[in-house]
């Protein structure tokens, strides 16, 4: 937790961070972790779940996908793909207003 919580203070409200953005994705499926090892017997499990992917007071997204689907998408047209395009769009958008912001400061 010590880890967690120097980084959230490297994101605070001064310095050169003040302006950061985090947002935290996490799977909401569990994996067939056995498919690495070769064991199809071993249970599905969560290895980015809610707990360990997020930040707290930070905005936190649940994809319906599994560990190793995460960074993969069908199409534009899929709904994970279209949560995580929105929150990146958003992201650049407010980058950029925060920048202007800045340079009238």
Same mark, same amino acid.
């Given at each position: 937790?010590?880890?967690?919580?120097?980084?959230?203070?490297?994101?605070?409200? %001064?310095?050169?961070?003040?302006?950061?953005?985090?947002?935290?994705?996490?799977?909401?499926?569990?994996? %067939?972790?056995?498919?690495? *090892?070769?064991?199809?017997?071993?249970?599905?499990?969560?290895?980015?779940?809610?707990?360990?992917?997020? #930040?707290?007071?930070?905005? &936190?997204?649940? #994809?319906?996908?599994?560990?190793?689907?995460?960074?993969?998408?069908?199409?534009?047209?899929?709904?994970?793909? *279209?949560?995580? +395009?929105?929150?990146? %769009?958003? #992201?650049?958008? &407010?980058?950029?207003?925060? +920048?202007?912001? *800045?340079? %009238?400061?």
């Amino acid at each position: 937790m010590d880890v967690v919580n120097g980084f959230l203070g490297l994101c605070g409200t %001064k310095g050169p961070a003040q302006h950061m953005t985090l947002q935290c994705f996490y799977e909401r499926q569990p994996t %067939k972790v056995g498919w690495m *090892i070769d064991n199809e017997e071993l249970p599905k499990e969560f290895m980015v779940d809610e707990t360990s992917g997020t #930040l707290p007071g930070r905005m &936190n997204h649940g #994809l319906t996908l599994d560990h190793f689907s995460l960074k993969k998408f069908p199409g534009p047209e899929d709904g994970n793909f *279209i949560a995580v +395009a929105t929150v990146i %769009k958003e #992201l650049i958008e &407010n980058a950029v207003d925060d +920048a202007t912001m *800045i340079r %009238k400061e």
